[in-house]
């Protein structure tokens, strides 16, 4: 086997072949996606973000929610059979199909000083035409209606810690979007017998159960505040970290619900 054989060998094994058969992680795609996610984030706020003085707070955490919600329902039709299989709208494909279809609605927002009206409009006309697919091709809203049932309550208990403000305001976010991830990926796994693909969440399943997923992601989401708080001095960059880590819980936290619907039947 030669070199160039054996590295698409490499690339197919941990990469490719993932992309299309659903059969997971591993731990080299896990590391270069995770390197990729890091990098991903530090440039496009140094290079997009600062220069066309897009301040990062809560407008822009809203503006970029309905292209969360397009790339998310957009990747469940995939897996739900609506849509053809396309390394453009896999995992990790889709991320960057969205991030190139709503750059351009940043960047007019930023020239004509209507941000963020473009950018929310954009993403809620390609939500819109998502969710259509969606809507009419669900067969049963049962895992939607569980998914709810587990997120009011874990938001009930986020919001009431709230109370004592032990993080930054604008950190509720991605937290209340990982507890929304965490509610859909219980009710998968534990009520409809989906497997996890994440390589170390999928050991701690199999170790303790499903439910682990809330004691789990909530050591998560201390450590990772707590990092962030030492690592990034400059407030800003910071924020937009948080933003990263809300796109991250929020993107499955659709998909997982709505891959339900598709799959199963009523």
Known sequence: MGAGEALWDFFYRYFWEPMFTRSGYNAVNTFVYALLFGLGVIYSYRYIIKPLKIKVDERLFWAVTPMVIFGSTVRALVDGGVLPKHPLILTPGIFFTAFFLILPS?????????????????????????????????????????????????????????????????YLYPALAHYFDVASTVVAIHFYGYREVHWIEHHLVQWFGAYIYYPWITLILIAVYYALRELVPDEEERHFWYLAIYILGLGPAIRDPAQMILQIGG
Do not use: Q
């Not at 669900?138 to 998914?147: R, V």
């Open 106 to 170: 940043l960047v007019a927002d930023a020239r004509l000083k209507t941000y963020p009206k473009i950018t929310i409009a954009w993403g809620t006309v390609l939500a819109a035409w998502a969710n259509y697919l969606l809507i009419t091709h669900a067969k049963s809203w049962e895992p939607y209606m569980l998914t709810m049932v587990h997120t009011v309550v874990s938001f009930a208990v986020v919001l009431a810690f709230y109370k004592w403000k032990p993080f930054d305001r604008l």
